[in-house]
């Protein structure tokens, strides 16, 4: 990157866990592969009253727990650019002398004033922080850009998001707000678009006329861990749905963008947002399911179920699995449907999209048939990320029986290239100033607007069953009947942890 790029970032919540685990990790990555300027410097924000050095020791092990290529002999050089700023985030002179630090630092080490401000904190600090920053001028762009990365959630809900998104505004550029959505960074999300759009064999396909339903699975073998508090208020329809498996839906769907340009890109995920039908509160029942885990064994360990975890109410009925049935009313996907599944503590840790395609119009070879998985292609986002397309082929020997055949291609086949974190790749694209895979405004807005039936529903009508479903199993069976073909179910890549042993496909 051209030294122009020299920068300041400004990682408020400096101490906390995705400081420590993700955003330390990142920017020392980009380092070590010489992707920014030599010339820049991380100043850490947070009430805790750390000194510099402390600061840098801490990071240091931050680093060489979490960190990659740990011993190329750098991080003693990367540390040093890490500087620390004790700060009380309602203090208006706190931001006076934060501003002072930051004028101080460019001049020693004589960086123009470019700034990514990354907003690592609690949420219910997203609109306080941006508004202090900007009172001291430090959203004004006459000596280099300033950038703000928020994490999500953005908002609680429609009303509290239109609020911040309002708030925001008032002081910030929209083109100075990344809103970070990390599964935008995986390198496979974005290989949905590059698969679909550089291929002419699954485009003509990716339709309403030869796809009979979109499937996206995102499980999580872990459980809430020490994330109760957190989790309490959100469930995994905020957490995961509103945001993360909806951008993943956008990309699946979207339209071939004009250009590569950031614009083209957010505005056809956006269109296919504006295309979402919406629920309707007396359909909740029937097209949303929300399950919980429940205690069980899994490999011998006896696992705690959701209620039992710390910082969850004994009563606690907020959704650790949802999985909802829709439809994007357009021109290319209408009346085929999508159904989307994500839960914590299902037998693996696995992100999927999986593309069903309709059988042939005759079929001739039915009754020998052994083929219920044919006709898919299973686009893998995580872990092993790769490629299945599943077929039928015809079974060596007299007669015609045919059986599912896979052809699968493994990222990890291309080992001469390294995966970069999702957070490198954003924090990266933040410094570029390249918006492509930051959610927009209005994006965030329109994916509140459609889960927000179901989370009121789910909150005011106790009589929508909330099942509980045993750690280490695929969440409730009732999810199955979400599926409209009696026949068809949701993908099993991997068996339940209850069964004898995993396996897991791809
Ligand atoms: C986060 C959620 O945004 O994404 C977590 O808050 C979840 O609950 C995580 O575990 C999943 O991310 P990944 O990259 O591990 O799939």
């Known amino acids: 990157m051209d030294k122009k790029f020299s920068f300041t970032t400004v990682i408020f919540g400096a101490s906390g866990d995705l400081a420590k685990r993700k955003l330390i990790p990142a920017l020392y990555s980009l380092y070590v592969n010489q992707q920014v300027p030599d010339n820049f410097i991380i100043l850490g924000v947070s009430r805790t009253a750390y000194s510099d050095i402390q600061y840098r020791e801490k990071m240091k092990e931050a ?34 002398d934060l501003k002072e630090r930051l004028e101080n630092l460019q001049k020693e080490k004589k960086i123009p004033g470019n700034i990514v401000f990354y907003l690592s904190t609690p949420p219910k600090l997203y609109g306080e922080i941006p ?6 001028g430090l959203n004004n762009e006459d000596d280099g850009w300033k950038r703000l990365i928020i994490e999500k959630p953005f908002g609680y809900d429609l009303e509290s998001a239109t609020k911040l998104k309002d708030t925001l505004l008032k002081y910030w550029n929209e083109n100075q707000l990344y809103r970070i959505d990390h599964y935008l960074g995986k390198e496979t999300v974005q290989n949905l678009l590059v698969t679909r759009f550089s291929n002419g064999i699954f485009e003509p396909l990716w339709n309403s006329k030869y796809i009979h339903h979109v499937e996206v699975t995102s499980s999580e073998s872990l459980g809430v861990e ?13 957490d995961m749905v509103q945001n993360h498996l909806l951008q993943v839906v956008a990309f699946t769907a979207m339209e071939p963008p004009a250009t590569l340009e950031p614009q083209a890109i957010r505005n056809e995920i956006l269109k296919v947002f504006q295309s979402l039908r919406p629920i309707k509160p007396e359909e909740v029942k029937k097209v949303a399911m929300r399950g919980q885990y429940i205690a069980s064994t899994i490999k011998n360990q006896k696992v705690a179920g959701y209620r039992e975890e710390p910082g969850v109410d004994l009563n606690s009925t907020t959704e650790t699995y949802a999985a909802l049935k829709f439809y994007i009313d357009n021109w290319r996907w209408g009346g085929i449907p999508f159904y989307i599944r994500t839960g914590k503590r299902l037998p693996t840790r696995v992100t999927e999209v999986v593309i069903h395609f309709k059988a042939t119009p005759h079929f001739l070879f039915s009754k020998q048939a052994n083929c219920s998985s044919c006709n898919q292609l299973v686009l893998r986002i995580q872990p092993d990320e790769g490629i299945l397309l599943k077929f039928g082929m015809k079974v060596p020997g007299t007669g015609f029986e045919v059986q599912n055949v896979n052809m699968d291609f493994h990222y990890s086949d291309l080992a001469h290239q390294r995966i970069p974190a999702a957070y490198e790749r954003l924090i990266y694209d933040s410094i570029k100033g390249d918006s492509t895979l930051f959610a927009r405004t209005e994006e965030v807005i329109e994916a509140w607007k459609f889960v927000m039936p179901v989370l009121d529903a789910w909150k005011n009508n106790p009589e929508i069953p ?23 179910t949701w993908r099993y890549p991997c068996k339940n942890l209850a069964d004898d042993g995993i396996y897991c496909e791809l």
């Open 226 to 238: 020490e994330r109760g508090g957190y989790y309490e208020s959100s469930g995994a329809l905020r």
């Open 131 to 136: 508004v202090h920053l900007a009172k001291v």
């Open 466 to 488: 909330l099942f509980g479903y045993p750690a280490g199993t695929w969440g409730p069976k009732e999810a199955d009947d979400l599926i409209e073909e009696k026949e068809m």
């Open 63 to 96: 680093l060489i727990e979490f960190g990659e290529n740990t011993n190329s002999g750098k991080i003693d050089a990367f540390v040093e650019k890490l500087f620390y700023q004790p700060l009380n985030y309602d203090n208006r002179q706190d931001y006076f």
